[in-house]
C-alpha cells in the first residue's frame, strides 16, 4: 500500500520505541503477579465449570477456598483433587459445586500432578486447536464471502434466545460480525455467572453457555449464507481472562480486550488489569481471536479533534501490550472512531486523515472503526448520514472491523429493523465505492494531509511525557483521558497476588512456549 | 394469529413515526406531538427529536409502543393474479391452445400522465428487469399508445383494432386525480355501451387490484408487475369469456 | 386549536411510520401492515416500502392521513422550571441576598448506570455548550460522585455534607430500569425518613419533569438542560422552604 | 482550476465545433420564422396582460385575430391599437378582454407606430433592467450567504398560498432557490393561465400573478434572512417565450429552459421549438435569469452510463444554442444527472467522473445537478443515503444549482417535512467536506478517469454522426432518447409563422442590439 500521507517513517519508529519502553517495566510487574481472575481462567482452561446452588461458579469456589495458597497457582490444588478423589474434571467440578472442599486435601506427588495436569493442557489444547482449524477451515470455504470492511452489529435484548433470532437475522441481512453485548456493569463482577441467562439490561450475561447457544445459532447461519460469521464478546473487565478462556473453548472469533481500558473507564486497579490483559491475550492469541481495543472510549468523554491524540498513543501501548502477549498484529483490531461534532467545518476531512493515518501507521491489524455515537440524536434521519458519511470514510481508508451505526442510537439499542436499516446503508455505499481507495490521492501538503502528520506529532510528544514519568505514575496523573487513577485504588485490587517460589500454571507455560514469548 | 409491531421484543408493539405539527416548536409542541401519538394508541411514547421547519410549524420524530393487534389469519389479499404466473412461452402456448387466434392488448398512460416508463416496462419489447415486454409476445399484438392519452382516444383505438383488453397506467396521484381519471374512463367506456367488450386493466406504482375492482376495473396492478402477470391475467379472462359464451 | 399532522395542506393529517411486524415479507405481510395502519385511525394509508428482516419478520415503511386531531389549547407542560432561569452571575447574586449560606449540592449516577457525560455536564466547572457547571457557582458547594454509585451510598454522603438537593442521573432505561432505580432510591430516603430534607432531582435523556414528580421526585430535567436551569430550580426551592419554615 | 481528469482540451473543442456547424442550419431556418407564442410573448412584453370571461389571455385573443397577418408581427397592431384608441396599455388591455377586435383597425402612420412602439420597449427595458439590477445589488449585499452549490427545492402545491408558505419554510431554512413546479400538462396548453391560481395537480399552474405573489412572498424572506433566494418556474413548452418574458418582467433568477426537451419528451414540433427558445433565451439573457437545461430527462428513461454521452451531447449543444441566443455561460444552468442504478459497483465513481467532467468542460456555468429519481424507492431510509451520496459528489465537484433530493421522491411531491430533511443532510455533507475539493486528486489511468475521457470520446462520436446527417433529421431517426419525432408532426405546428417582408418586432430588435447579436 502506498502512503497516501506520507508520514514519517521515522517518527513513527520512534512511537513503538517508545511504546516498547513503556510497557517494559509494566511487563516485568506482570511477569511477578497472578489475580484471582488470571486462576479462575487457568482452571477453566483446565475443566473447572459449573456453580452451587447460590450460582456461584466452581472456579470462583475452588480460588475462595485457595486464600493465601493462591500464591501457587490453582492448578496444583484441582489436579491434586482430581488425582486425589480419582474423579472425572465433571465429576470434581459437581463435589465442589455441592461444597467439597478442595484446598486441603493432602498435597500428592508433584510429577503425578504435573503429568495429570499436561494431560488436560493437551486436552484444552486438542480443543482449541480445532475451534482455530475449524474457523480457518470455514474462513477459506467460505473466501471471499465476507464484506471488506468486515460488518458488525451488536445485539443487546438482554435475553440469550431473543438474542439467537436478532442475531440470525442480522447475520441473514449480511452481517459478518455478531457482538453480544453485556449487560450493564457486569464489567464490574469478579466472577462469571453460569448458565443460559434471559434477564439484563443493555446487554446479555457473558455466559459459557450463552457463547454455546450463540455460536451454534451462528454456525447454522453460516452454512446457509455459505459465509463465515464472527462472534464477538467482551474479555474485560474483572473477568478479563476468564472471558477469554470461555471464548476459547466455545469458538468466539473476537473479543473486546483493552490493556487500559478496565482501568481508567471502569475504574478497575490498574496492577490487576495489567497482569489480567497479559493473560486473556495470550489465551486470545492461542485460539486465533482478534482482540477489539477501546480506544473509541476516550472519545466518548473528550473531543476527538483535541484528543485525537491519545487515540493514536493508545493504539502504540495496546499494541505493544499485545506484541508481549504473543498476539500476532493481524489478530489486532485496534480501536478508534469517527466521533467529531458533525457541525465541524471539514470534519470529513479529519476523519478522513485520522481513519486513513492509522490504516498506514497500522498497515496489517484489521483496525476496528466505531461509528459516531455521542453526537447521534433523536433525529434519526440525519443520523442516517452521519452514518453513511462514517461508512464511506471506512470503506475508502481500508478499515478492518467495520462497527455498524445504527440511526437511533440516541434512542435505544437496536431493533431489528434498525439493524438492517444500518445494513443497507453500509452495504450500499460499500459497494457503490468500492474501488475508490485506489483511485484518490491527497493534496501534498493539504489540509487532509497535515491533519495527520499533526497528530503523530502530537502523539509522539505526549507518548515522550509518558516515558519519562513512566506509565503507572502517569495514569495516576490523569494524562489519560483526563481521568487519575491512583495505583492503589479501584476495583479489584484484592484480587491481585504476588507468585509465591513454588507457582505452578502448566497452561501459562504452555501458552509461552506456543506463543514463542519468553520465560 | 394475532400479531403486533415488534421491536426487539416479540408483542412489544414499537413502531416509529414523524410528522410535522402547525405549531412553533418548543416544550408546548413536544408535548403536543406525544398526546397526539398517544391518541393514535400508544403508550411508552416519546419524542426523540423536535426542530422548527418555519414560524407556526414543528417537525417531531416519536417511538412508541401500542396494544393494537391484528388477526394475521383474517387479512386476506386479492392480488390480480394468482400463484401461477405463466412465463412469456407458457402465455403464448395457452393462447395458441385454448383460444386459437392472437390476443390484441391496447395500452397508453392516460389523461395528463406523461409517465411512460411504466406502460412501457410492461408493453415494449425490451421489457423491464429482465422480463420481456407484450410486443414480444408471438401471439399477442401489442399497441402501446404511450403518454397523455385522452380516454375517448384510447377507447376509439380499441374499438378499431378489435383490442380485448385495455391497458391504462396512471402514475400521477396527487389530489387522487387518477381516480377522477378512471373514474371517466370506465364511465364513458358504459356510456358506450362497450365496458363488456374490453378486459380492462389499470397498473401504476400506487395502484392494487382492490383499488381497481373497486373503480370498475377487471384488475389493477402495482409495483413490481411484470408483463407476465398482466399477461397471465388477460389470457385467463379471454379463456374464461369463451366459455362462459 | 384543534390541530392534526400537516403534510402540504393544512389538516391533512400526513404521518409516517416505520415497523416490524412477526410475519413474512409478501403481499399478505403488506396487507396486514396496511390494516394495521388503519387500525391506528389512519385513512389513505399506503405501505411504500417493505423488506424481510428474517423468516417470519419483515420491515415496512407508511404513510397515511388521520383526522385523529388534538386540542393545542389544552396541551399542559409542566417543566420544572418557568420561563425566567437564572444565569450563573444571577443564581449566585439570590443564594447571596435571599438564602445567605452556600447552598450544598450532591449528585452522581446512581445504580449501574455509568454514564457519567450527563451530570458532568451539569456539575464540572467546564460545563456543557458554554453553560458553566455548578462547580464553577461561588455560592455552591457541589460534590459530584460520579459512575454507579449505589443508592445507599449516595444518601449517606448527602447527610454527610448536609446536602441542600441531591442530583441523580439517570441514562439506560431498557426495560425501565431507570424506573425501578429511581423508585427504590425515595423509597430508601422515606424508609429513613429522610425525604423533606432534601429537594431532590432527577435528569437524563429520556427524563421528563412529569415523570419525575410522579415517581415522587421534586424535579426532572431532560435533554438540553443546563446547570441553569437546575440551579434556578434549586434556589428557588431553598427559599420557599425557608419561607415556608 | 487544475483539470484532475486530463481531459483532452483537443477533444472538447472538437465537439463545441461540431456543435456550431449541427447548430447552424437550425439558426438559418429561426431567423426567418416566429411562432404565435413569440407574437404573445413579444405583446407581453410591449405590456398585453389580462384575460376575457372565458380565461383567453389578451396576447391569445389578439393573436388569434390576427390570423395571418401574424407575419408581419402582432405589436404593429398592438400599437396602432393604443394609437387609434387613445386608450393606456391597460385600457386597451380591458378592451380587448371586454372583446374589441384590433386586427381590423386601419394601420397608421408607420413611423409613429414605431416611435409608441420604441416608448413601449423603453419602459419594458427600463422595467427589466431595474429587476436585474434589483437582483444584482441584494447578491452583492448579502455575498458570502448563500450556500455553494446553490440549494435548490421544488414547492408543488398546486395552491400558490400553499406554496408560499412551503417556499418561505423552506428558504428559512437555509434553501437558496426556490423552483414552482408547474401543475402536470401546463406545458402542453398554448396559453398562460391568467391570475392567482389554487388548483393544480403534481404542480402549480405559472401565471404572471403566481409569479408576483411568490416574488413578494420571497422578497420578505430575502430581508428576515439576509440571502438572497432565487425564484424559478419553467420557460418551457407551447408558451416558452411567454413565460420568460414573465419572468422577466416579475424578476424570476432561473428558468427551466431547454432547446430540445419540448421536442423530445413533450412531443412539441421541433421547428415551433427551435424558433421559440430562441426568443425566450434572448429574453432570459437580457434579464440576466439563469436557465436550466433539461438533461437529466434522458436519463429517466435511459441508462445513465450506457447514454452518458447523450447528456453531454446535449450539453454541447444547448450551449451552443444558448451562445446564439446571447446567453453568457455564467447564466447557463447545463443539466446533468446523478442516476445510476445504486447496485452498481463503482457507482459513486462513475458518477463522479462525470459530474467533475461536466464542471471541467463548462468551467464557467453554474451546472444544474439533479438528484436520483428513478431508483429513489418507497425505502425512505435508503434514499436518505443515496441522496447523502449525491450530495457529496456534487460540493465535491463544485455544481452550480444543486437541486436537493427528496427521501420520498418515489411516494408524494415533498412534504413540509421532507424538504426540511433534504435541506439538513445536504446542509451537513457540504459542510463536512467543504474543502474536500480542492484536497483530493485521482489516480492517473485510474477508473474515474477513463470513465470521463470515454463519455467524452463517445459524445465526440455521436456529435460527428449528428453533424453529418444534420440535427433535425438526427431527431426524426431517433438518435436522441430513442425518440423519433418527425419535422411535420407535434404540437404546435401550426402556431408557427414564416416571417413576411413586413415583419417588425422592435422588441426583438431591442434585445439583438443589447445582446450584441448579429441581424
Ligand atoms: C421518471 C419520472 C418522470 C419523468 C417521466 C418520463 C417518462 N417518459 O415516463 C418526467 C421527468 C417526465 C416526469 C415528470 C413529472 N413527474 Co415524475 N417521476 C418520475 C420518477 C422519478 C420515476 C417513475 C418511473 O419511471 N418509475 C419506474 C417505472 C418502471 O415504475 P412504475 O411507473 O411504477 O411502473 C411499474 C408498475 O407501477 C407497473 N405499472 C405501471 N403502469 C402500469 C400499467 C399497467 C397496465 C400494468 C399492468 C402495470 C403498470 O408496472 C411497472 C413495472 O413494474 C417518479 C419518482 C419515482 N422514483 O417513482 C416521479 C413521479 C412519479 N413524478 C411525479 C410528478 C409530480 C411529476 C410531474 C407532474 C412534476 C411536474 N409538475 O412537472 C411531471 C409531470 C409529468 C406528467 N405530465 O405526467 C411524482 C408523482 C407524485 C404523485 N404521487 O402524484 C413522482 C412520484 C415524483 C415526486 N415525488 O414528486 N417524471
Ligand atoms: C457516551 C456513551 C457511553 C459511554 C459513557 C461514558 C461516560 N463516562 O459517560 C460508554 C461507552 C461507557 C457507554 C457505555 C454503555 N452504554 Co452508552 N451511550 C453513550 C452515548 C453515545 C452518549 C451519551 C452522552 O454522553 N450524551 C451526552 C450527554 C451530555 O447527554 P445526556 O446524558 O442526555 O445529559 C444531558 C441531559 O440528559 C441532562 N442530564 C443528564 N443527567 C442529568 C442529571 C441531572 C440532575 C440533571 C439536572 C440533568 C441531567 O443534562 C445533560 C446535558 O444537557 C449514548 C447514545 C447517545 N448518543 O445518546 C449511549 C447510550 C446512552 N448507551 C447505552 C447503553 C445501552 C450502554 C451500555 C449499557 C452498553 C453495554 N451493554 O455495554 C454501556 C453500559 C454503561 C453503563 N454501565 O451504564 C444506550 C442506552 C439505551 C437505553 N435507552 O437504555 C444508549 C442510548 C446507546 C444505544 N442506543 O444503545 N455509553
Ligand atoms: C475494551 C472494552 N471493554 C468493555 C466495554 C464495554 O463496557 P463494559 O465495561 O460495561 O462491559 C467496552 C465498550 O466500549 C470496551 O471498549
Ligand atoms: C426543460 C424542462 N422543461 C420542463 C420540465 C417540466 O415538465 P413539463 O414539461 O411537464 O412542464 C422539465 C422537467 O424536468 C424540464 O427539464
Redesign the interface.
Known amino acids: 500500500m502506498e502512503s497516501k500521507l506520507a508520514l514519517s517513517e521515522k517518527r513513527i519508529e520512534r512511537a513503538r520505541e517508545l511504546a516498547k519502553r513503556i510497557v517494559s517495566p509494566v511487563q516485568d510487574f506482570i511477569a511477578e503477579h497472578t489475580t484471582v481472575t488470571v486462576e479462575r481462567a487457568t482452571l477453566r482452561l483446565a475443566g473447572a465449570d459449573g456453580a452451587d446452588v447460590d450460582g456461584v461458579p466452581v472456579p470462583n469456589l475452588i480460588v475462595d477456598q485457595l486464600k493465601s495458597k493462591l500464591e501457587n497457582g490453582a492448578v496444583t490444588y484441582y489436579v491434586n483433587a482430581l488425582l486425589k478423589t480419582g474423579e472425572s474434571v465433571d465429576g470434581l467440578n459437581r463435589k465442589i459445586a455441592e461444597g467439597m472442599k478442595i484446598a486441603d486435601l493432602p498435597l500428592g506427588d508433584k510429577m503425578a500432578i504435573d503429568r495429570k495436569a499436561q494431560e488436560l493442557v493437551r486436552s484444552f489444547s486438542v480443543r482449541v486447536k480445532r475451534n482455530r482449524a475449524h474457523r480457518e477451515a470455514k474462513l477459506k470455504q467460505f473466501e471471499g464471502r465476507n464484506t471488506s470492511p468486515l460488518l458488525y452489529v451488536i445485539v443487546a435484548?438482554?435475553?440469550i434466545h431473543?438474542d439467537v433470532?436478532?442475531a440470525?437475522?442480522a447475520a441473514?441481512?449480511g452481517a459478518d460480525v455478531i457482538a453480544v453485548i453485556r449487560t450493564?456493569?457486569q464489567s464490574?463482577l469478579d466472577y462469571v455467572p453460569y448458565g443460559a441467562t434471559i434477564e439484563g439490561?443493555?446487554g446479555t450475561y457473558a455466559t459459557q453457555e450463552n457463547f454455546r447457544i450463540m455460536r451454534a445459532a451462528l454456525d447454522e447461519v453460516v452454512e446457509r449464507e455459505q459465509r463465515y460469521i464472527y462472534l464477538t464478546n467482551y474479555a474485560s473487565g474483572l473477568c478479563m481472562p476468564e472471558i477469554a478462556a470461555m471464548g476459547a473453548l466455545e469458538r468466539l472469533d473476537m473479543m473486546l480486550n483493552d490493556s487500559m481500558y478496565g482501568i481508567l473507564?471502569?475504574?478497575i486497579n490498574m496492577y490487576r488489569t495489567f497482569v489480567d490483559q497479559k493473560f486473556s491475550r495470550m489465551i486470545n492469541a492461542f485460539a486465533g481471536v482478534i482482540i477489539n481495543t477501546g480506544e473509541d472510549n476516550y472519545l466518548?468523554?473528550s473531543d476527538a479533534v483535541e484528543k485525537a491524540y491519545t487515540v493514536l498513543a493508545s493504539q502504540f501501548l495496546n499494541e505493544r501490550f499485545a506484541f508481549e502477549a504473543g498476539l500476532p498484529a493481524k489478530l489486532m483490531g485496534l480501536g478508534h472512531a469517527f466521533e467529531m461534532n458533525?457541525?465541524?467545518?471539514?470534519?470529513?476531512?479529519f476523519e478522513l486523515a485520522q481513519a486513513q493515518m492509522a490504516r498506514e501507521i497500522f498497515p496489517e491489524a484489521p483496525l476496528k472503526y466505531m461509528p459516531p455515537t455521542?453526537f447521534m440524536?433523536?433525529?434519526?434521519?440525519?443520523g442516517?448520514?452521519?452514518d453513511?458519511?462514517f461508512n464511506?470514510v471506512s470503506k475508502v481508508t481500508n478499515q478492518g472491523i467495520h462497527l455498524l451505526g445504527m440511526?437511533?442510537e440516541?434512542?435505544?439499542?437496536?431493533?431489528?429493523?434498525d439493524r438492517?436499516?444500518a445494513l443497507?446503508?453500509a452495504k450500499?455505499?460499500f459497494?457503490?465505492?468500492?474501488?475508490?481507495a485506489?483511485?484518490?490521492?491527497?493534496?501534498k501538503d493539504?489540509?487532509?494531509v497535515r491533519r495527520a502528520q499533526q497528530v503523530l506529532e502530537e502523539t509522539v510528544a505526549f507518548m515522550e511525557t509518558v516515558d519519562k514519568v513512566g506509565l503507572m505514575p502517569a495514569i495516576e496523573q490523569g494524562q489519560f483521558a483526563d481521568i487519575k487513577r491512583p495505583r492503589d485504588m479501584g476495583k479489584g485490587l484484592d484480587g491481585l497476588v504476588k507468585k509465591g517460589p513454588e507457582y505452578y500454571n502448566p497452561f501459562e507455560s504452555y501458552l509461552k512456549n506456543e506463543l514463542g514469548l519468553e520465560g | 394469529m394475532i400479531i403486533r409491531p415488534?421491536?426487539?421484543?416479540l408483542d412489544d408493539g414499537?413502531v416509529?413515526l414523524?410528522f410535522t405539527l402547525p405549531v412553533p416548536d418548543g416544550p408546548k409542541g413536544r408535548e403536543a406531538a406525544r398526546l397526539f401519538v398517544e391518541k393514535l394508541g400508544f403508550k411508552h411514547t416519546?419524542?426523540?427529536?423536535s426542530?422548527a421547519l418555519a414560524e407556526g410549524f414543528s417537525f417531531y420524530?416519536a417511538?412508541g409502543k401500542t396494544e393494537t393487534s391484528i388477526d394475521f389469519d383474517t387479512v386476506r389479499i386479492k392480488e390480480a393474479t394468482g400463484d401461477k404466473v405463466y412465463s412469456m412461452d407458457e402465455a403464448c402456448e395457452v393462447i395458441k391452445e385454448k383460444i386459437g387466434r392472437k390476443v390484441v392488448v391496447v395500452g397508453a398512460c392516460t389523461g395528463f400522465d406523461a409517465h411512460t416508463v411504466g406502460i412501457d416496462a410492461i408493453m415494449n419489447m425490451k421489457g423491464y428487469n429482465h422480463h420481456y415486454g407484450l410486443e414480444r409476445y408471438s401471439e399477442i399484438e401489442a399497441y402501446n399508445l404511450g403518454a397523455q392519452v385522452p380516454n375517448e382516444k384510447l377507447i376509439d383505438y380499441a374499438v378499431k383494432v378489435k383490442a380485448d383488453a385495455i391497458l391504462i397506467s396512471q402514475i400521477v396521484t396527487q389530489k387522487d386525480v387518477h381516480i377522477q381519471n378512471l373514474v371517466e374512463f370506465i364511465e364513458l367506456l358504459q356510456a358506450k355501451g362497450l365496458r363488456e367488450k374490453f378486459i380492462v386493466c389499470v397498473g401504476g406504482s400506487r395502484i392494487g387490484n382492490q383499488l381497481a375492482v373497486e373503480l370498475g376495473y377487471d384488475g389493477g396492478f402495482g409495483k413490481g408487475t411484470y408483463a407476465d402477470h398482466v399477461a397471465t391475467f388477460i389470457v385467463d379472462r379471454v379463456i374464461e369469456q369463451k366459455v362462459a359464451r
Chains 1, 4 share one sequence.
Not at chain 1, 440524536?377 to 440525519?382: L, V
Not at chain 1, 459497494?431 to 475508490?436: A, F, H, K, R, Y
Not at chain 1, 485506489?438 to 493534496?443: D, N, Q, S, V
Not at chain 2, 416519546?46 to 427529536?49: G, V, Y
Open positions: 435484548t438482554g435475553n431473543e433470532k436478532q440470525q437475522a441473514g441481512q450493564t456493569a464490574l439490561f443493555g473507564f471502569r475504574d466518548t468523554t458533525p457541525t465541524l467545518k471539514n470534519g470529513f476531512l455521542k440524536t433523536g433525529d434519526i434521519f440525519k442516517q448520514v452521519q453513511a458519511l464511506f440511526l437511533t440516541a434512542i435505544h439499542t437496536p431493533f431489528m429493523m438492517s436499516i443497507e446503508n450500499y455505499v459497494n457503490n465505492i468500492e474501488d475508490l485506489g483511485e484518490i490521492e491527497f493534496k493539504g489540509l487532509i | 415488534y421491536g426487539d421484543t414499537a416509529q414523524s416519546e419524542i426523540t427529536h426542530h420524530v417511538y
